[in-house]
Nanobody, 116 residues
């Protein structure tokens, strides 16, 4: 059974940085394209970053392009999201999952709050 555990969130001032981690159990991780998603209060969950199983190809939502970087370490079954130049509108709960989403894989997420 696959379990995804997100960590690394917190409170940061505008312009600051955070690095999120998603630790995965289960062998499927190494063959699965992965995504980081976020959900702000009152909004639908959205995909912000995507990475192929090999890590060669990445894609980003327009709102985070140039500020966020997704990466993965298949030896550690972990995917990362480096977030720089954070803005208040980046405030949300961040989740990782496969892309396309596997509903049963949703974890608790990690809260990111950008505020002065």
């Amino acid at each position: 059974q696959v379990q995804l555990v997100e960590s690394g969130g917190g409170l940061v001032q505008p312009g600051g940085s955070l690095r999120l981690s998603c630790a995965a159990s289960g062998s499927i991780f190494r063959i699965a394209p992965m995504g980081w998603y976020r959900q702000a209060p009152g909004n639908q969950r959205e995909l912000v970053a995507y990475i192929t199983s090999s890590g060669v190809t990445t894609k980003y939502a327009g709102s985070v392009k140039g500020r966020f970087t997704i990466s993965r370490d298949n030896a550690k079954n972990t995917v990362y999201l480096q977030m720089n130049s954070l803005k208040p509108e980046d405030t949300a709960v961040y989740y990782c999952n496969t892309d396309p989403v596997t509903t049963s894989y949703w974890g608790q997420g990690t809260q990111v709050t950008v505020s002065s």
